[in-house]
């Protein structure tokens, strides 16, 4: 059976605690060594990892080549404007090519539906970079995070600020998976995915739905946003002005609890969905979650291998 890596459910809450503590020890074990030095068992040693981008990328496309290096193998960067996709050739074609040549696929786009056709066609495992629907790279990260600073994920309170997107749809799925709970606060029109909430809910999680941002945020453990407009949406006034509510400022971060967490997966659009006082201060721990997208990409990588 070949491990590809859609969505957190392909994994299930067992495997997806098992790699975040793989996480945990393998990061521990690299204090004090150079970014680039592989680690001393090197598991993937061999192996090559083909990363194709139809979106842009910093975090994904450093973290996983970064992670291949440490786990003594490599990886190959490919763009769509600059292979044969960009020119027409079909996902599935690309998809029995590149197992061909490499032993792992990582595609970051924009219809989820490309990157389950590449599974389908692939016969090495395929992990979602970032779709539409979902981003369950980040949320491994963002779980990683969480319980580094001290926190357990059982009856965790997460608030969420902003849009309905792909990363609060990852966070939803992890609330059923993990067990805890997720307060939601967007606007009307902007909602996430029912389909994750009706799983999430199926799993024994709290998620709820609430327009008033204060609400929403009120006693929380961890607060999370993200960009208002998503990449490759236009710039749209009229969801700026619904999102405006929902801004992450010192304000809403007061009525959290006094120890709560900031996230945020990042690129920000500084002084709109957040300000930079948050950011910048003292709850915040988004430059950890930056990091921890290569500890979590280890993991994540030896899990589609089996090695977890």
């Known amino acids: 059976m070949i491990r590809h890596f859609l969505n957190l459910g392909d994994a299930g809450g067992d495997a997806v605690a098992a790699m975040i503590n793989d996480a945990l020890d393998r990061k521990a074990a690299r204090a004090g060594v150079p970014k680039g030095t592989p680690d001393a068992d090197t598991p993937l040693a061999g192996h090559v990892l083909a990363m194709v981008f139809e979106k842009s990328s910093t975090r994904t496309r450093v973290s996983f080549d970064i992670a291949m290096r440490q786990l003594g193998g490599a990886a190959i960067t490919l763009d769509s404007s600059n292979t044969q996709l960009g020119r027409g050739e079909t996902i599935a074609d690309t998809a029995r090519v590149l197992s061909r040549m490499a032993d792992v696929i990582m595609l970051r786009t924009d219809d989820h539906a490309k990157v389950e056709e590449l599974a389908h066609f692939a016969t090495v495992p395929v992990i979602n970079g970032l779709t539409d629907l979902s981003h369950p790279c980040q949320i491994m990260a963002d779980l990683l995070t969480v ?90 006034e009229a969801k700026l002005a619904a999102m405006a509510p929902y801004q992450v400022n010192d304000t809403l971060m007061a009525g959290a609890k006094a120890d709560a967490l900031f996230l945020h997966c990042l690129p920000a659009h500084r002084g709109e969905e957040v300000t930079d006082s948050v950011m910048d201060g003292p709850q915040s721990v988004i430059w950890d979650e930056a990091e921890n997208r290569i500890h979590a990409q280890k993991s994540i990588l030896r899990w589609v291998f089996g090695q977890i």
């Not at 606060?185 to 909430?197: K, R």
């Open 147 to 236: 319980i580094e600073h001290g926190k357990a994920l059982p009856g965790l309170e997460v608030a969420w600020l902003g849009d309905g997107n792909n990363v609060l749809n990852s966070i939803v799925e992890a609330a059923g998976l993990m067990k805890f709970n997720v307060r939601i606060g967007v606007p009307e029109g902007y909602d996430p995915d029912a389909a994750y909430i009706a799983a999430a809910q199926a799993g024994g999680a709290n998620i709820k739905i609430i327009r008033d941002p204060a609400e929403a945020a009120r006693g929380a453990d961890v607060i999370v946003t993200d960009t208002w407009i998503s990449m490759g949406q236009a710039h749209a």
